[in-house]
């Protein structure tokens, strides 16, 4: 008998968990604990059942090698039915794409299905259309949400809104789209592209509890500039206690009305890094942070990244 023939279960258990792949979607990248898996029998865990008998007896036992699903346009429904049903009562991570209205009638219903039991969600361009607003159930455990939808469609809003508004464990937000309500004083996490500056003026005043704070200028896409598109009043100025990372990507003058006491680590992202050197050292200035990381990044260039040394 070999050695990996007398693993006892459990140990097989840990080795088959660390077999998931590891996906590269919106919502992996912001929040690590959320990982997505596309059924395929080339990775786990459908490829540890083709192993061998006992395996495959251990691998659908193990509700957490079935607790995340990304089921692209491809995947059989009859296999993310059994996907699902082999995660037994697990919170799940669910990732779906609907980016056609062809392929809506077979995202809705197992988003709806799976909402209530949800752990980490992404939805990525999503719509409801026409037909009655579907229903959402009393009891939300969602942690994690990311979220786009560029397309105006007021019922959608209205849906994610009560969504968003109703689920005590969220504290992590990606948002790209229109405005929308949701439990902002919960979220110790936002990732936040606005579609108009006053967006982005109502939100930030109930960011109480923000560690760490990521603000994404939407692309123009009449030959605007960015800065001249979403520009913010003079008067408007916020501090925010509670921030010690703060993500920047394509412009510097939201930095003029924001103050940071606490900000530990800056990230900015912008296509003329050195026109924004004075407004980021009045920002620092400003704030009177003891700032320990400072990443520049620009497109097409190396990025750079300081530290402090203690």
């Given amino acids: 008998m070999s050695a990996i023939d007398r693993t006892p279960d459990d140990v097989l258990v840990e080795i088959f968990l660390c077999c998931l792949p590891q996906d590269k979607s919106m919502v992996a990248s912001h929040f690590p604990r959320a990982v997505f ?8 865990p459908l490829l540890l059942c083709a192993i061998c008998a006992r395996w495959r007896n251990v691998a659908i036992t193990t509700r957490l090698l079935w607790s995340s699903l990304d089921p692209k346009e491809v995947v059989n429904p009859l296999l993310v039915k059994c996907w699902l049903e082999r995660s037994g009562q697990a919170l799940i991570s669910l990732s779906l794409s609907p980016y056609s209205y062809n392929s809506l009638p077979r995202h809705l219903p197992l988003l709806l299905q799976n909402i209530g039991r949800c752990r980490h969600l992404e939805i990525v361009g ?3 259309g026409a037909g009655k607003e579907p229903s959402l159930p009393d009891t939300l455990r969602l942690e994690s949400v990311s979220a786009s939808m560029r397309q105006k469609d007021a019922r959608a809003v209205q849906w994610f809104s009560a969504m968003l508004t109703n689920s005590p464990r969220l504290t992590r937000l990606h948002w790209d789209g229109p405005p929308i309500s949701a439990a902002w004083s919960q979220l110790t996490y ?3 592209c606005p579609t108009h500056p006053m967006d982005l003026v109502d939100v930030l ?7 760490e704070l990521h603000l994404i200028y939407p ?13 913010i009043p003079p008067t408007v100025s916020y501090t925010l206690p509670t921030v010690t990372t703060f993500g920047r990507e394509l412009g510097y003058n939201l930095l003029a ?3 940071l006491p606490n900000l530990e680590n800056l990230i900015f992202c912008d296509r003329h890094l050195s026109s924004g050197a004075l407004t980021i050292h009045r920002f620092l200035n400003r704030s009177g942070c003891e700032l320990k990381s400072l990443e520049l990044q620009h497109a097409g260039s190396h990025n750079f990244r300081f530290t402090t040394t203690t």
């Fill in 126 to 128: 999503w719509f409801l």
């Fill in 257 to 259: 009305f924001l103050t």
């Fill in 190 to 192: 936002l990732s936040f």
């Fill in 37 to 44: 898996s596309t059924p395929s029998t080339k990775t786990a």
């Fill in 205 to 211: 005043p109930r960011l109480i509890s923000v560690v």
């Fill in 219 to 231: 692309i123009p896409y009449d030959g605007t500039a960015i800065e001249e598109a979403f520009s």
